[in-house]
């Protein structure tokens, strides 16, 4: 079955940098729609960079620049290599993924690790 684990998230001060990593297993990441979502207290969970079955590359407006989404298909593993991290970026991180996911939208994925908790200091 399909199965995510995320780690790398921790605490950092505004303006440092920190690589998130999920290890995917059950399936192939090339026939999936796979990508990071993140969501704050009392917010609800947004998309933040995909890799999308229809759009390629997707990133959320709030990251564009800043985060950068790569993947080795060796290790069935994603990345997340946040930059320039703000305040505003605090949240748990999820990996999801989804056999027919279109775009990065949360309601279109069925699969979620755990998450891994970022916080960002001011």
């Known amino acids: 079955q399909v199965q995510l684990v995320e780690s790398g998230g921790g605490l950092v001060q505004a303006g440092g940098s920190l690589n998130l990593s999920c290890v995917a297993s059950?399936?192939?990441?090339?026939?999936?729609?796979i990508g990071w979502f993140r969501q704050a207290p009392g917010k609800y969970r947004e998309g933040v960079s995909c890799?999308?079955?229809?759009?390629?590359?997707i990133y959320a407006d709030s990251v564009k620049g800043r985060f950068f989404i790569s993947k080795d298909n060796t290790k069935n593993t994603i990345f997340l290599q946040m930059n320039s991290l703000k305040p505003e970026d605090t949240a748990v991180y999820y990996c999801?993924?989804?056999?027919?996911?279109?775009?990065?939208?949360?309601?279109?994925?069925?699969?979620w690790g755990q998450g891994t908790q970022v916080t960002v200091s001011a």
């Open positions: 890799f999308s079955l229809n759009r390629g590359i």
């Open positions: 059950g399936f192939t990441l090339d026939d999936y729609a």
């Open positions: 999801g993924a989804d056999r027919y996911g279109l775009g990065c939208r949360p309601g279109d994925f069925g699969s």
